[in-house]
């Protein structure tokens, strides 16, 4: 574990590599001859998206979709859809991380109403502790705690998406004031 005092590594690359690997290997053994459509929830789902398709050798195709979130109603909306039909098709939904779990729960409905043949899900992050309603994660990647965590498609501020690993932010305040505090650390000798 390495770190400053207002943010801690947490995950390591070659960690985050080799269980994406397992992931991948895992949905091409229960996906033969299914093709599963990857649906990948844009922004943060797209470095774990690219290596996860890439582990998964069997057919498949990749599709984005973008969601927005209406304040504090909690209400779900879509900001872009999908190009590719979703009726009969094995849906796999790839998400970076599930918190309360109200976006999976709704993109779960959105996809069984639009005929889905199957929906799953691939998270790589699982904050259980922190669910509101109860949903199905069907390949998992790590289970985490309740801090805030950048990196590998994990923003701040739009910021630390390219990361190659996992940082768990310790000081809140800290980021507020400076939200690129992290990556002048991270480039100074
Ligand atoms: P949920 O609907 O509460 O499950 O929200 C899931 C979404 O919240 C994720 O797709 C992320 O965009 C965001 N999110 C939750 N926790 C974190 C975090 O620790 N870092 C970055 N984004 C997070």
Redesign the pocket.
């Known amino acids: 574990m390495s770190g400053f005092s207002f943010a801690t590594r947490v995950i390591e690359e070659v960690d985050i590599q080799s269980r994406v690997v397992e992931l991948g290997q895992a949905i091409a053994r229960d996906y033969q001859n299914r093709d599963p459509l990857f649906i990948v ?1 844009l922004l ?1 789902s797209v470095p774990f998206a690219a290596d996860l398709a890439r582990a998964v050798d069997i057919p498949s195709e990749i599709d984005f979709m973008a969601l927005h979130r209406f304040g504090e109603s909690g209400r779900i909306g879509i900001a872009m859809d999908l190009t590719t039909p979703v009726l009969d098709r094995n849906v796999l939904i790839v ?10 729960t709704v993109l779960r409905r959105m996809m069984a109403d639009r005929g889905a043949a199957s929906v799953a899900t691939a998270a790589l992050f699982d ?1 259980t502790a922190r669910r509101v309603t109860e949903v199905p994660i069907e390949y998992r990647g790590f289970e985490v705690g309740d ?4 990196g590998y498609g ?2 701040w501020e739009g910021l630390y998406r390219n990361l190659r690993s996992i940082w768990a932010v310790l000081d809140i305040e800290a980021f507020v004031a400076d939200p690129r505090i992290l990556s002048t650390a991270l480039r100074s000798p």
């Open positions: 929830m943060g998400e970076d991380i599930v918190d309360t779990g109200l976006t999976l904050k801090e805030y965590l950048v994990l923003d």
